[in-house]
């Protein structure tokens, strides 16, 4: 077996290996945005003449994923609801909209998409958008039989633990032992190729 093929098919596993993973993070990332069958946290919120259930299925937040939530009404409907949900940062309002969050981060608020909970009538279920760690909340406005209401339910939304300095360098430095390995492997193969030609 000739050595180029040898290379081309650790190539061709490597190429694998990549998609593989690729195809996993895009199901985790899709997964994220998903809300499971139990939630981690549930409020009861009572807006006016209204009371709901609002379930979040990630407590606390993860900064710059989706946060999955449901809102469903605590009596059964009479009548439809309309909701508007967007996730607000807590902080200094500055020019343009944006927040001065504690921290020293800057975000602005986001409207979140909403869809129909088939499992709940009058309730819907959504995603939302949480871009930076720190205080949020998500503010609900409900247009309903008996006229329109808002409520805020407060998030706190963190971040994943930093990877350990060591585990940095090291995946800082993978390039640069890749280019050692490949000229060693280079400066053999000429000095083979020398020794077959002497």
């Not at 871009?131 to 329109?148: I, M």
């Amino acid at each position: 077996m000739k050595k180029g093929s040898i290379w081309q098919q650790l190539l061709l596993a490597l190429g694998v290996l990549a998609l593989i993973f690729l195809l996993v993070e895009i199901g985790v990332s899709l997964a994220a945005t998903l809300h499971g069958s139990t939630p981690a946290r549930v409020d009861h919120v009572t807006a006016g003449p209204y009371r709901f259930t609002v379930s979040l299925y990630d407590d606390p937040a993860r900064a710059g994923f989706a946060l999955p939530f449901a809102i469903a009404p605590q009596e059964p409907a009479q009548g439809t609801f309309r909701y508007q949900v967007t996730s607000v940062p807590v902080g200094t309002l500055l020019p343009e909209g944006k927040v001065q969050m504690d921290g020293g981060h800057v975000a602005t608020p986001i409207r979140d998409s909403v869809s129909p909970d088939p499992q709940e009538p009058g309730g819907v279920q959504g995603a939302a958008e949480i871009t930076v760690q720190g205080s949020w909340k998500l503010h609900v406005v409900v247009n309903g039989p008996a006229g329109q209401q808002a409520f805020d339910v407060a998030i706190t939304a963190t971040t994943l633990p930093p990877i350990p300095i060591w585990l940095g360098w090291f995946i800082g430095f993978l390039p640069v032992f890749g280019i050692v390995v490949f000229l060693l492997i280079q400066m053999r193969r000429n000095s083979q190729g020398a020794q077959i030609f002497a």
